[in-house]
């Protein structure tokens, strides 16, 4: 049998939570999900911050080493713009950050929640201060959305969780394509949500951005656990082929991070562990991640037991005879799922 409890693989930052919102510098409600990059050895993050109204805007925090003593922009950094983008209605949230090095900019790609429910959308910036706004790339309701940095056979690629539909009741994690990252085309499932006892059963999509790993694009995902009467989301691991990203070559079996502290376990929604950001330090991965959708926090592992680790893990999505069954029922459903197994 394949199956491996590895337990936890990240190790929290002893005084977490990083960022809070009494340290920031105007009056807001939470602070969590952000996006994150090193620019010039500074690490950036791209905080969520929701205010009052329950509706959400970006905030730009900036430290020499990526831990503490946070500058944080004195106001809002990325705020809707609902009169020249109506999605933007209800707020922005959820952003991820990749850099492009053709066009020398960072694609956002970013949650914007419509009258007609979240869809993604997309900015480019250069420095984190002025956007250029290319609005929506997707129709709702559809998010955790981002790009890889590259084009594979002259083509952008882009990871996103359409809604779970009312047939199914599953999300799952799609890709698609596009020329000019404007239109996309040829969506695809790539990542299943399990079912029944899994700690991702029915819901995932993607947290971090995919990151390039000389072995693969290493994609970590949250696994969305609905019981009575709580959620809990818990985090993945997933590598997909670095010349073609639709074929999964590992997928974690456990998750390797979940709520546990206070932090994470009791807030604005209790039980999230959510990173839309992570950085490679040398041979350190670190995520940053919201608590409970009220706090930043952080966590790391080393590159090295990653890569070992998801070596370990099983090229098939699931299980043996959880994969004869789907397969059952795959064939008697319609379509080919390209990259299930
Ligand atoms: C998801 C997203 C996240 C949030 C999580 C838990 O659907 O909206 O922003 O952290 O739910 O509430």
């Not at 990252?181 to 059963?201: I, N, Q, T």
Request: hydrophobic fraction near 35%; include cysteine; aromatic fraction near 14%.
């Amino acid at each position: 049998m394949s199956w491996k409890d590895h337990g936890e693989l990240f190790v929290r930052y002893r005084k977490n939570p990083i960022l809070t919102v009494d340290i920031w510098p105007y009056r807001a409600h939470t602070v969590f999900n952000p996006a994150a990059a090193i620019i010039d050895g500074i690490t950036l993050l791209l905080v969520r911050v929701e205010d009052h109204r329950g509706f959400s805007h970006f905030t730009v925090a900036r430290s020499k080493n990526g831990i503490n003593d946070w500058e944080i922009d004195s106001k809002p950094t990325f705020f809707p713009d609902p009169i020249n983008y109506p999605e933007e209605m209800y707020g922005v949230e959820d952003p991820r950050i990749t850099y492009i090095d053709e066009l020398e900019k960072w694609a956002i790609v970013y949650v914007a929640y419509s009258d007609s429910g979240p869809l993604p959308a997309l900015a480019f910036t250069e420095d984190f201060r002025y956007f250029d706004r290319v609005g929506p790339i997707m129709p709702p309701d559809n998010k955790d959305a981002a790009v890889f940095p590259v084009r594979f056979n002259g083509k952008w690629a882009m990871l996103h969780r359409p809604a779970p539909t009312i047939h199914t009741l599953k999300a799952n994690i799609w890709i698609s394509f596009s020329s000019d990252m404007k239109s996309w085309e040829k969506p695809e499932v790539l990542l299943y949500a399990r079912e029944g006892g899994w700690w991702d059963a029915y819901k995932i999509g993607l947290s971090p951005q995919p990151l390039r790993t000389p072995e693969g694009w290493l994609i970590m995902y949250h696994g969305v656990r609905q019981t009575t009467p709580k959620i809990s989301y818990r985090l993945g691991l997933a590598l997909l082929d670095l010349e073609d990203p639709k074929k999964v070559l590992r997928r974690s079996e456990g998750w390797v991070f979940g709520p546990r502290e206070p932090y994470e376990r009791s807030g604005d929604v209790n039980d999230v562990v959510f990173p839309c950001g992570w950085v490679l330090v040398g041979d350190e991965l670190r995520i940053y991640y919201g608590g409970a959708d009220t706090s930043v926090s952080m966590a790391s592992a080393k590159m090295s037991d990653i890569m070992e680790f998801i070596r370990t893990c099983p090229e098939k999505q699931c299980p043996e005879e959880y994969c004869r069954w789907f397969e059952g029922n795959r064939r008697r459903s319609t379509g080919s799922r390209k990259g299930y197994v």
